[in-house]
Nanobody, 127 residues
Framework: QVQLVESGGGLVQAGGSLRLSCAASGRTFSSYAMGWFRQAPGQEREFVAAISWSGGSTYHAESVKGRFTISRDNAKNTGYLQMNSLKPEDTAVYYC????????????????????WGQGTQVTVSS
């Protein structure tokens, strides 16, 4: 069993930055791809970014490309999402998830591809 715990969310002004962390328990973290999703009130969950098991491949949604960067440190069993140039429309609960495969294969953009999820961390961007 794997447990994922997000941290680093908060309130920030537009144009600011935050770095989210996703701490994983268990030995399997380094064997699987991981991703970040977000869900704003009244909206469906949205894919944000994903990274392969080694960090060698990453994929970012168009809405965050150039502003957000996903990374991971397998030695620390931790994944990260660096968010720069934040906009009010980035306001949401952000979730990290551990994938069902080591590599990114297209399915990583859908929630069903992930086996484990964290509880989420709130990010609020004020205008």
């Amino acid at each position: 069993q794997v447990q994922l715990v997000e941290s680093g969310g908060g309130l920030v002004q537009a144009g600011g930055s935050l770095r989210l962390s996703c701490a994983a328990s268990g030995r399997t973290f380094s064997s699987y791809a991981m991703g970040w999703f977000r869900q704003a009130p009244g909206q469906e969950r949205e894919f944000v970014a994903a990274i392969s098991w080694s960090g060698g491949s990453t994929y970012h949604a168009e809405s965050v490309k150039g502003r957000f960067t996903i990374s991971r440190d397998n030695a620390k069993n931790t994944g990260y999402l660096q968010m720069n140039s934040l906009k009010p429309e980035d306001t949401a609960v952000y979730y990290c998830a551990l994938g069902s495969n080591a590599y990114l294969n297209g399915g990583h953009r859908t929630g069903g591809w992930y086996n484990y999820w964290g509880q989420g961390t709130q990010v609020t961007v004020s205008s």
